[in-house]
């Protein structure tokens, strides 16, 4: 009966401690206390993987702000929204779905990046407002752009994310490197043409909502004629 137990104990310990569970140690001692292992989610974002991911590691390479705060589709799912205690906003692409590649499907990708929030201080009530991202709500689409807006505990903004794979190019009153001509040197006129251009998304802020809640903000609702919101 003894022996049944001992190799029973040193399995189990043969398995937690291959997946990360325990530390080093004889099969008999028990599970160590004093350094448990979380599971946080992080952005995970390098040149092979771009993925939302649970981290095991208690010692993981990331910071606070990396942390996520809220996710958000958008209406048809092609797009995905996170935002972070940092303050950005990344927004993320599906894959388009592949027969040769069936696994590959639902797969996301980042689609553009930037930076929403930042930290600012009231001086009248003496309190720091932190840039974490407390919410995002999507617009419904109504042309090529997308429109989404993002909140911390005082601002709401609302951003426009639109792509451009074309430039213009032949201006009269500019050079082919985007130098002043010389207007006496300018003899005819040309009609201006749209040249391609790697695809570029860009995202702009149209409207800035602040102080226009008494409290903290922690949540915001599109109305259903897509031009007010709740918050």
Excluded at 20 to 41: I, K, Q
Excluded at 51 to 60: G, K, R, T, V, W
Excluded at 123 to 145: D, F, G, M, T
Aim: net charge negative; proline share 6%; aromatic share 8%.
């Amino acid at each position: 009966m003894g022996e049944d137990t001992d190799t029973t104990r040193t399995l189990n310990h043969g398995f937690l401690r291959d997946h990360n569970y325990v530390t080093e140690g004889p099969a008999s001692s028990p599970l160590p206390d004093s350094s448990p292992r979380m599971l946080n989610p992080i952005q995970v974002l390098s040149s092979d993987i771009t993925s939302l991911s649970l981290e095991p590691e208690p010692f993981a390479s990331y910071t606070e702000a990396d942390i996520i705060s809220t996710v958000e589709f958008n209406h048809t799912g092609e797009l995905l929204a996170t935002g972070d205690k940092g303050g950005r906003v990344v927004i993320f692409q599906r894959e388009p779905e592949c027969k040769t590649e069936p696994y590959s499907q639902g797969e996301y990708n980042v689609y553009s990046t930037f930076q929403s929030h930042e930290p600012e201080f009231d001086y009248l009530k003496s309190l720091e407002i932190e840039e974490k991202i407390n919410k995002i709500r999507w617009l419904p689409q109504q042309n090529a752009a997308h429109f989404l807006l993002s909140t911390n505990d005082k601002t709401i903004k609302l951003w426009k994310v639109s792509e451009r794979d074309k430039r213009p190019e032949g201006y009269n009153l500019k050079d082919e490197e985007g130098r002043i001509k010389d207007l006496s040197t300018v003899t005819s006129l040309q009609v201006p043409v749209l040249k391609p251009m790697d695809l570029m998304v860009e995202v702009s802020p149209r409207r800035v909502f602040a102080n226009a809640h008494t409290y903290h903000v922690n949540s915001i609702s599109v109305n259903s004629d897509h031009e007010t919101y709740i918050q």
